[in-house]
């Protein structure tokens, strides 16, 4: 990877080329950031203080919470200071983390989901050994390897992703910075360390 690709900035898509409407995007981002925020907030801070709400499925939808905001939080501010003030650059490091968040959250979220589905399977099919089944210790497991899958996708994504180059155009096809839009935008024809992820995701 040459000093050239790391010093360079990425230029991010615009919805409008009108700063009025651009101004007018932020502050609705804005708003909806702030409304999914305090959301999420809200169902973290009612099921940490209510003691009947201290169960396996709240303790996974307290961590899904979480990394919905850790989703939102790594895009979203950047589309509303690049609307409200018309910059829709962002650096090679703020691109890198952005993958490296993002790619993270999303399987974060879905393993959990995954905990989820299979915390009901066993209320539906094994009522009577749940206590057993879904105790603290399995349900805190399961968030860890969620959070464990996370953190190994989102380094191989963007250690994958990054150690292309890329040629002369910069221009990202989307408001944040994400693997395909970054692969579209790349000299390199081959992704080898983006498939064996991909194959292994499946």
């Given amino acids: 990877m040459s000093n ?12 409008s080329d009108s700063k ?3 101004v007018l995007q932020g502050f609705l981002f804005l708003l909806i950031y702030l409304v999914s925020l305090m959301g999420n907030l809200l169902i973290i801070m009612l099921v940490t ?3 009947c709400l201290h169960t396996p499925m709240y303790f996974f939808l307290k961590n899904l919470s979480f990394v919905d905001v850790c989703l939102i939080s790594v895009t979203v501010p ?9 910059r829709n650059t962002i650096s090679f490091q703020g691109c ?29 099919c094994h009522p009577l050994h749940y206590d057993a089944i879904m105790n603290r210790v399995v349900c805190v497991q399961m968030v860890a390897v969620s959070w464990l899958f996370g953190s190994l996708f989102g380094v ?6 990054f150690s292309l180059s890329f040629c002369d155009s910069r221009k990202v096809s989307q408001f944040f910075c994400d693997v395909p839009s970054l692969l579209k ?5 081959m992704h080898v360390t983006i498939d064996i992820t991909v194959i292994f995701g499946v």
């Fill in 96 to 124: 890198l983390c952005q993958v490296l968040f993002v790619v993270f959250s999303g399987t974060s979220e879905l393993s959990l989901l995954t905990a989820m589905s299979y915390d009901r399977y066993v209320a539906i």
């Fill in 20 to 22: 009025q409407l651009q």
């Fill in 185 to 189: 935008i790349s000299c390199s024809k």
């Fill in 4 to 15: 050239h690709t790391v010093d360079t900035d990425f230029f991010l898509m615009e919805f």
């Fill in 49 to 51: 203080v209510d003691q």
């Fill in 78 to 86: 950047k589309l509303i200071f690049s609307s409200l003030f018309h």
């Fill in 156 to 161: 191989l994504y963007s250690y994958g992703t």
